[in-house]
Structures are given as C-alpha cells and as structure tokens.
C-alpha cells in the first residue's frame, strides 16, 4: 500500500491550524465584553460566555439548559418577531427588553444568525447581543432637553414680546396725548409694569445661570419674617390685583426671624406668589401663611432651638397633575397655564435653590388637575441679636436733598439722554459723554461728584476710563458707579480693580441710584 507522504502531512497541518483558529476563536468569544450565546432548535441554551455572565447575571452553569426567552424575561412580541425574522431571511437584529437575574430591566441591542441543517431544519442559533440600556437613557435624555431647548427658546421669545406692545402702545400714547396728565400718567405705569416685567424675565435667566454655576453669594443678616413677606406682597400686588384675585394673609402676631438674605427671602415669595397668580383663573383665591413649627420632624425642638417656620402660599388655580408633579422644580418645567402665558419655567426652580442654600426645604402638593396647587417653604428661624436693627425706611423719595454734578457715560444716546433727564428730575446738575475719550475730557472740564459709567463703551472702555479718572487729583474722590449688562462675579471683581465704588445692573431702579448718588460725598 502506497501512501503519499505529502498529503499526509498537508492535512496534518491543516487540521491542526483549524484546531488552532478554533481555540483561538473561542479564546476570543470568552474574552469578549459582549454576550455571545449559543441556543438549539427549542431555544435551549448551550453555550454562555463571559460578557453574558456579566451582562446578564446568570453564570454559565446557571444558564446552559435553560430556556433563553424564559431565563432572561424576553418581551413576547419583540421574541415572536425576531424569530420570524430568523426563519425569513436566516439572520436578524433588534432591540429586546430582557431582565438581568436580580431583575433589572435592560435593553439589548442582539444580532442574530440562524444554523440549518441539510434538510433546511433549524438547528441552533448564534446570537451576540450588547447592552445599550445607558445609551437609549443617553439618547433620550438628550431628545428630552432639545425638546425643551426648543420649547424654552419659543417661550422666551413670546414673553420678551409680551411686553413689547404696551411699551410700543404707551410710546404712541405719550406721543398723542399731548399735555394730558390722565393719558400721561396711565403710559407712565404702564411703562413701569412691562418693564418691571422685562427686568423680571432677565433676572430669572441670570439667576438660573448662576445658580447652575454656584456662583449665588448670599448676604445674610438677621431679618424679621413680617418685613420679607411685606416686600413679597408689595412686589406683587398689582399683578394679583389685576387679576382680581382675592388674597389673604396670615401670619403669625410674634415676630420671628430668619438668618438669611432678604432680597432672596423675599424673592422665593414673590416667585411662589407669581406662580400663583399665573395658573389661578381670574377672581381666583391666592393665601400666604406662616406659622412656626418645632425644628425637628419628631415634633420636639431641641432645647433653647427656636424652632422652625412654614410658609404656605396655595391658589384655587388648575392644580398640577400626577405626571408633573415631581417636575414642577426643574428648570424650564411648566404646565399649561390659565392664560397660555407659561413663563420662562425657571422660578420654582430658583425657589428650591434657594430655599436649600437657606438651609430648608421646599414641597409642592396639589389635588390635581381642577384642585389649585399648594407649596410649603420650611427655614430655621433664629434669637434675634440685642443689637438688630430696625430695617431702613423703604420707598424714600427720588429727590435728594443734595444737588450733584453727575456725569452720564454711554454710547446709548437714548439711555444717556433719558438718565440724564431723569438725574435732572432729582435735582442734579449733568453731563453726557458717549464715548470713553470723550468722557475723560467732559469730566476734567465738568469735574463730577459721580460718574456713571457703562462699561462697553468705544475708544476707550469703562474700566480704563475708570483707571484714569483715579489717577486725576480733582477726580480722585469722585463716587465711580459702573453701570453695565455684564453681572457675574468676575467682571463685579474686574470693576472693583478698576476702581469702581459700585457695580450696579442695569436696567437700575431709580431709588437705587438716588440712594447711591446721595451717598457721594458733598464737595
């Protein structure tokens, strides 16, 4: 018997690189993060590598000789197509909703590829599947805020022009009426109301912005319950009295203090309060509250603690439903609104930061749709100091006593013109300058007591005309008051190096400014 020797060995090595590929493929499919299973013609499992004992929980002895939809909880409309789709073309993929063996929900994303035995029978099935559970979270997640994004971006647009059309109208009002004071005067609060509205809108962006960025510096200061509530109630008063809601108060007859910033105390009411009035219909009920409570939830206040205060503001309003809920504190969440006026969808969401940074806590409740809303802010009061003051006397009078000489500075004809008008009105004497060069060589000449300065101006900026004005004996004690849209805490730092006195935002309210400016020193 003759062998060939040649081929006897050709085939030795080909059997043994087969052999190696296959050890070499099966290293690989063990080593692999994703799962790769093997199941038979009745879905039995007979092979289960690495990544689907981590993937899925089920180790491999655990595994093999189950039923694979049944051992990893398959969706059974999702399982019945695939398999359809196996039997159609030999090969299929998708996404399934399976389960992990503690019973975790996960989506897999799984490619399938069927193997026929020579009479066209199924025999088993490879399948290599991929956990995407966080990207679908990932995607959708974004989906959700472009959503918003969009959302946010057309609400801001129609509530920046909400105002805009009574500001035009009270223009043509004033431009007509003449010399009539009753016509005059309705422009004149009109004017007031949008753009207290205006400022209301960019103040909410701002605070967001910080808010997000951690860059909010609480002032605080030992402050009376009854004054944050009164500045809360002034504030919004004549949008609740425009709506002809009825609004009641009740607040406790002892006085209770609160360690904390005012003006942000009293913001987080006047948030609750516009809320409020926004989603209550017209003639609707608006109630503010508060009452203290015992500092700790046991309902015992430790020893010497004064214990805790709740503030409650609810409404009659269209309530907030199940879905929303647990939403109404996110940034840029709001519900439909009585009037279709949503707002920005940022104040309850500045509420709850703020209401944190004070170390409380605030919660919303409601009945549901139809059942009015109500929230409750919870904050730690404190003893008040020997030496607390009294709160300086608000609403003083935009004349001062004191005529100044102020210098305007800004390329905004029309809001240096109308400041300057204004300064007039209050009794001081002005200047105007629209440029930074021009504002040096008005003040060597005009030599002010205080210059208000906007910082974006041409030729020379608000900083270096600042610098300059410092450096001129005359000019030296001059109150230097930057007035700018630029409010974070780096360029308030960059004002103060350029050796501004103060770093005022604008639009400025006028009893701001007159305070500031009567604070200057008399020369």
Request: charged residues 25%; contains cysteine.
């Amino acid at each position: 018997m003759l062998v060939d020797v040649d081929m006897f060995h050709r085939s030795q090595e080909a059997l043994r690189q087969t052999t190696s590929k296959l050890a070499l493929q099966g290293q690989l499919i063990e080593l692999s993060q994703d799962a790769v299973i093997v199941r038979d013609a009745k879905n039995v499992v007979l092979s289960w590598n690495k990544g689907a004992e981590d993937m899925y929980g089920w180790t491999s002895g655990e595994a093999i000789g189950k039923t694979l939809d049944q051992l990893l909880r398959t969706d059974t409309a999702a399982w019945v197509a695939l398999n359809e789709q196996l039997d159609q073309r030999g090969a299929a993929e998708g996404e399934l909703r399976q389960a992990r063996k503690d019973g975790t929900p996960i989506i897999v994303q799984t490619r399938e590829v069927l193997v026929r035995a020579d009479n066209g029978t199924r025999t088993a099935v490879l399948s290599i599947k991929r956990n995407v559970t966080e990207l679908r979270r990932m995607v959708e997640a974004l989906k959700d805020a472009d959503r918003r994004k969009d959302e946010f971006l057309a609400m801001l647009a129609h509530e920046l022009r909400n105002p805009l059309g009574p500001i035009r109208n009270a223009v043509g009002i004033m431009a007509l009426a003449g010399d009539d004071p009753t016509s005059v005067s309705l422009a004149r609060e009109m004017l007031e109301r949008q753009v207290g509205q205006l400022g209301r809108i960019i103040d909410d962006l701002v605070d967001i912005s910080r808010i997000v960025e951690r860059k909010i510096t609480l002032k605080k200061e030992t402050v009376e319950l009854h004054k944050v509530v009164e500045v809360a109630l002034e504030t919004c008063r004549s949008q609740i009295e425009g709506r002809e809601h009825r609004l009641s108060v009740s607040l406790p007859a002892e006085a209770l203090y609160i360690h904390g910033d005012p003006v942000r105390l009293s913001q987080v009411l006047i948030n609750l309060l516009n809320n409020s009035a926004r989603y209550t219909g017209r003639g609707g009920e608006i109630a503010i509250s508060a009452k203290r409570v015992a500092a700790d939830s046991r309902g015992q206040a430790e020893a010497g603690s004064p214990g805790d205060v709740v503030l409650r503001v609810s409404d009659s309003g269209i309530g907030i439903s199940s879905e929303l809920l647990p939403h109404v504190f996110d940034a840029f969440t709001q519900g439909d609104t009585v009037d279709h006026r949503g707002g920005l969808g940022v104040g309850l969401s500045i509420v709850q930061s703020l209401v944190e940074m004070h170390g409380g806590t605030v919660q919303a409740s409601s009945g549901g749709p139809g059942s009015g809303s109500e929230f409750l802010v919870r904050l730690p009061l404190v003893e008040p100091s020997h030496d607390t003051k009294e709160a300086e006397q608000r609403g003083r009078q935009l004349e001062t006593a004191t005529r100044r000489r102020v210098l305007v500075v800004d390329d905004n004809s029309d809001h240096a013109e109308s400041l300057a008008f204004l300064l007039k009105l209050m009794g001081h004497e002005t200047r105007l300058a629209h440029d930074g060069e021009a504002a040096l060589q008005v003040a060597a000449e005009f030599e002010p007591n205080v210059a208000l300065i906007d910082i974006g101006l041409p030729r020379l900026n608000g900083y270096e005309v600042a610098r300059r004005l410092r450096e001129q004996p005359r000019l030296r004690n001059a109150l230097l008051v930057a007035q700018t849209g630029w409010g974070q805490e780096s360029d308030r730092a960059r004002s103060h190096e350029a050796g501004f006195d103060h770093h005022l935002i604008k639009p400025v309210a006028p009893e701001v400014l007159a305070e500031i400016i009567d604070s200057a020193d008399r020369t």
